[in-house]
C-alpha cells in the first residue's frame, strides 16, 4: 500500500506548488516586467523578467519545489542587486502558471523560456542557475544549449538518487515518473559549472550532490560550504564569495 501510495501521490511529495490569483499583483524593490509566456496549446507559463540600467549579464533562475514567484522573486532579487537582469519563471501549476506537469514538460518551458531571452541577450551573457529542483532542469538546458555558464544550489545526482536515500526499502527506479538525471548532462556541458552544497543538507542529501562531483569532469568547481543546510546558503559566507568570483 505504501509503494502504491509513492506511485500514485509522488508528484504531491516532490512539487508543492501554491497558488496565486491571476490579478495578483506582484511588488519586488526593482524594476521588472511580469510575462505570460504560452509554451504551448496547453499551457501559460508565468515568468518575472528584472531589468537593469546596465546588466551584467543575465541569470535564468530555475527554482526549488515550493512556493510561488512571490517568494522566489525576492529571493532573486540577490542578483538583481549585483547588476543582473534575472527571468525567473513558475512552474506549470505553480503560482499563476497552467498547464499540465511532466518532465518533458519542465524541459520544454525551460527551453521556451530560454530562446526567449535569446532574442534580447547574446548566449555568451546567458547564465543558468539551478536551485534544488531547478538544478536538474537547468543541467538540462545547459547541456543542450551553450550559455555562459551553469550554476547549481544544493544539486542531486538524479531524483531517483534522492529517492532511494528516503524510501530505501521500496523499488522507487520501477515507481518514479520522474528522473531529472543531472548526472547525464553534465559530461555535455562544456562551459563552466560551479556546484554549491551544504554538508548538513537534510532534503537533499549532500552526497548526492557530491557523487556529481565525483564525475571528476574538469568543468566543473565543487564549492563545499561547512554546516550549510538545504535553504540557508546564503547565510554563509562561503556561498558569497563563490556568487562574486563567478559573477
Known amino acids: 500500500m505504501i509503494g502504491a501510495s509513492l506511485y500514485f501521490f509522488q508528484e504531491k511529495l516532490l512539487f508543492l506548488p501554491t497558488k496565486l490569483e491571476q490579478d495578483y499583483k506582484f511588488q519586488f524593490n526593482y524594476p521588472f516586467e511580469e510575462l505570460f509566456l504560452k509554451t504551448d496549446e496547453?499551457?501559460?507559463?508565468?515568468?518575472?523578467?528584472?531589468?537593469?540600467?546596465?546588466?551584467?549579464?543575465?541569470?535564468?533562475?530555475?527554482?526549488?519545489?515550493?512556493?510561488?514567484?512571490?517568494?522566489?522573486?525576492?529571493?532573486?532579487?540577490y542578483f538583481v542587486d549585483k547588476d543582473y537582469d534575472v527571468l525567473v519563471m513558475d512552474y506549470r501549476t505553480y503560482g499563476?502558471?497552467?498547464?499540465?506537469?511532466?518532465?518533458?514538460?519542465?524541459?520544454?518551458?525551460?527551453?521556451?523560456?530560454?530562446?526567449y531571452l535569446l532574442k534580447q541577450y547574446s548566449e555568451e551573457d546567458i547564465s543558468l542557475y539551478g536551485r534544488s529542483l531547478g538544478t536538474g532542469i537547468a543541467s538540462y538546458l545547459a547541456s543542450k544549449n551553450n550559455p555562459k555558464q551553469l550554476v547549481l544550489e544544493t544539486p542531486y545526482y538524479s531524483i531517483l538518487d534522492v529517492a532511494k536515500s528516503r524510501f530505501p526499502v521500496?523499488?522507487?527506479?520501477?515507481?518514479?515518473?520522474?528522473?531529472?538525471?543531472?548526472?547525464?548532462?553534465?559530461?555535455?556541458?562544456?562551459?563552466?559549472?560551479?556546484?554549491?552544497?551544504?554538508?548538513?543538507?537534510?532534503?537533499?542529501?549532500?552526497?548526492?550532490?557530491?557523487?556529481?562531483?565525483?564525475?571528476?569532469?574538469?568543468?566543473?568547481?565543487?564549492?563545499?560550504?561547512?554546516?550549510?543546510?538545504?535553504?540557508?546558503?546564503?547565510?554563509?559566507?562561503?556561498?558569497?564569495?563563490?556568487?562574486?568570483?563567478?559573477?
Not at 507559463?45 to 526549488?64: D, E, Q, R, S, T
Not at 562551459?191 to 556529481?212: A, E, M
Open 96 to 115: 499563476k502558471s497552467t498547464g499540465k506537469l511532466s518532465e518533458d514538460a519542465f524541459y520544454k518551458d525551460a527551453q521556451f523560456c530560454y530562446d
Open 170 to 247: 521500496f523499488p522507487v527506479k520501477r515507481l518514479l515518473m520522474y528522473q531529472f538525471p543531472t548526472f547525464k548532462y553534465l559530461p555535455k556541458i562544456n562551459n563552466s559549472v560551479t556546484i554549491l552544497h551544504g554538508t548538513d543538507d537534510s532534503l537533499v542529501p549532500y552526497s548526492s550532490g557530491k557523487k556529481l562531483d565525483e564525475l571528476a569532469l574538469k568543468n566543473v568547481n565543487f564549492v563545499n560550504i561547512k554546516g550549510g543546510g538545504h535553504n540557508n546558503l546564503i547565510e554563509f559566507k562561503e556561498y558569497h564569495k563563490a556568487i562574486k568570483s563567478i559573477l
Open 42 to 77: 496547453e499551457a501559460v507559463i508565468n515568468a518575472i523578467h528584472f531589468k537593469v540600467k546596465k546588466p551584467k549579464g543575465v541569470i535564468l533562475y530555475f527554482h526549488g519545489n515550493a512556493g510561488d514567484l512571490s517568494r522566489w522573486g525576492n529571493i532573486t532579487e
